[in-house]
């Protein structure tokens, strides 16, 4: 995708094949910064603080960072502590289990000598499937919005946190099919969460739609149920970080209130999701998906722009009040129109998935 005119990702190898660069999405929307990964730990840091955030990019992070372990100790030992000091940064999105299980296969087998270079390789793989996926995932998303256009002309779509670009490696998954209709000359608008405590709705959703020419409006959290009731939203577009077998959806907190309002209204509510992001092992997600419980600073403070052009944390909240910040909530799929993966639209149910990915049934 764009910024300032030129094609990125939001995350890329070195030209001397030895580290990786990033976005550092800490610093948007104010200031875009470019980072560079060298070491395991500094991968682990880039997860762990958000610098990285999105299942699909905590993924490929993961990978690169088992990468650069090899390149510090490519031993069995060191493969099996790189493992660990990345699993243990974030514990929602499965995609970061996914990879470093993918990583730990395909390494274990290889002598020592082999593997910096076999997991820097592999590590590219994972990224461009990732794009790959990402792509298809608009492309059958796609006609949701053009049949929409094809009765009113502009279509209104209402979407949580930043399930975009900077989420995935390119493409994103919720704004796959925004990007993709508005490139085939759709008119399209998206009503943008500011997605509190975070805001990234406000700070990464709106950035990378503006910097690719998307007509979009940033709302605060709970304007979503007052557009719907008055017909200003068409249907309801979210990401997600974790899928249960059964359909069950994590994503930001938030997100369930979104599909409780879509429901009372007739909006349809829709999740965009690669296949990665299916934990088979959770077969009810209401009552077994782990949610992170953050940091309350998230909470009490907001990143802030002043007039002096300095950009600094700013306290919202009063002092002395206690804080609860639970990062993700998770709708259950009775609440779900559908889920747009890399293969079609499936309905959010454990026989739907299965069949869908029924080369995935061993793992289920």
């Known amino acids: 995708m764009k910024v300032d005119g030129v094609s990125y990702r939001s995350i890329w190898p070195t030209v001397d094949g030895e580290a990786v660069e990033i976005i550092d999405q800490t ?41 650069l372990a090899m390149h510090a100790d490519s031993s069995d030992a060191g493969l099996a502590s790189a493992y660990e000091q990345l699993l243990e940064t974030r514990p929602t999105a499965v995609n970061l289990r996914w990879a470093l299980e993918d990583m730990r296969a395909y390494l274990l ?24 996926i990402n792509r298809r995932i608009g492309a059958h998303g796609l006609p949701l919005l053009r049949s929409v256009a094809e009765r009113k002309g502009r279509v209104n779509v209402l979407t949580h946190c930043n399930a975009g670009w900077l989420a995935t490696t390119d493409w994103g998954t919720a704004t796959s099919p925004i990007y993709q209709a508005h490139n085939e000359g759709i008119d399209v608008h998206v009503w943008v969460d500011e997605t509190r405590p975070r805001n990234q709705g406000a700070f990464l959703t709106a950035w ?48 369930y209130l979104k599909a409780l309002a879509a429901r009372d209204n007739n909006v349809p509510f829709y999740v965009c999701l ?12 209401v009552s077994e998906i782990p949610i992170e419980e953050r940091d309350a600073r998230e909470v009490t403070h907001l990143d802030s722009l ?55 049934v061993s793992q289920i």
């Open 208 to 255: 990378e739609l503006n910097q690719h020419g998307v007509p979009h409006t940033v709302i605060v959290d709970n304007a979503g149920g007052h557009l719907m009731q008055h017909g200003e939203v068409d249907l309801v577009i979210t990401g997600t970080d974790r899928v249960s077998a059964n359909g069950d959806v994590c994503n930001k907190i938030g997100t």
């Open 274 to 285: 690669p296949s990665p992001t299916i934990d088979w092992r959770i077969a009810d997600g």
């Open 27 to 67: 610093s948007l929307p104010f200031d875009f910064k470019v980072k560079r990964l060298e070491t395991c730990s500094e991968a682990a840091e880039a997860i762990r603080v958000m610098r990285v955030r999105g299942a699909p990019l905590i993924g490929v992070t993961a990978a690169y960072g088992m990468a």
């Open 306 to 360: 002043f007039e002096d052009g300095k950009v600094a944390p700013a306290r919202v909240v009063s002092t002395g009040s206690d804080v609860a910040n639970p990062a993700f909530d998770v709708t259950p799929a009775r609440l779900v129109s559908g889920l747009i993966t890399e293969r079609g639209i499936t309905q959010a149910s454990r026989e739907s998935l299965a069949e869908t990915f029924c080369d995935n």
């Open 109 to 132: 087998p290889l002598s020592p000598d082999e593997r910096f270079s076999a997991a820097y390789a592999r590590s590219a793989k994972i990224a461009d499937e990732d794009v790959e």
